[in-house]
């Protein structure tokens, strides 16, 4: 089993900052891509960031410039900064692990952290 705790959502003013964290815990061997999802209320969990093992980013395009992944191997915890924050991305943001476990591939996904914008 992969377990992944999420923290740092809260509420926040619009042009705000936060910075979310997800570490992993379990008998995996190796995590290979990190990445974070979103979803608001009454719409489809959507990519945010995405990270590769060798620590190229990816970001959806609504946050570009505004995003930053990163990851610490050491201590397999991706991390998402939020910059200069909207009201539209108020969603529920979830982490998601892939890698090895046990020889087999896994997807693991966090409990998901309340992220709030107000204009």
């Known amino acids: 089993q992969v377990h992944l705790v999420e923290s740092g959502g809260d509420l926040v003013q619009a042009g705000g900052s936060l910075r979310l964290s997800c570490a992993a815990s379990?008998?995996?061997?190796?995590?290979?891509?990190m990445g974070w999802y979103r979803q608001a209320p009454g719409k489809e969990r959507e990519l945010v960031a995405h990270?590769?093992?060798?620590?190229?980013?990816n970001y959806a395009d609504s946050v570009k410039g505004r995003f930053t992944i990163s990851r610490d191997n050491a201590k397999n915890t991706v991390y998402l900064q939020m910059n200069s924050l909207r009201p539209e991305d108020t969603a529920v943001y979830y982490c998601?692990?892939?890698?090895?476990?046990?020889?087999?591939?896994?997807?693991?996904w966090g409990q998901g952290t309340q992220v709030t914008v107000s204009s």
């Open positions: 379990g008998r995996f061997s190796r995590v290979n891509a």
């Open positions: 998601n692990f892939r890698g090895l476990l046990l020889g087999t591939d896994f997807t693991s």
């Open positions: 990270i590769t093992s060798d620590g190229t980013p």
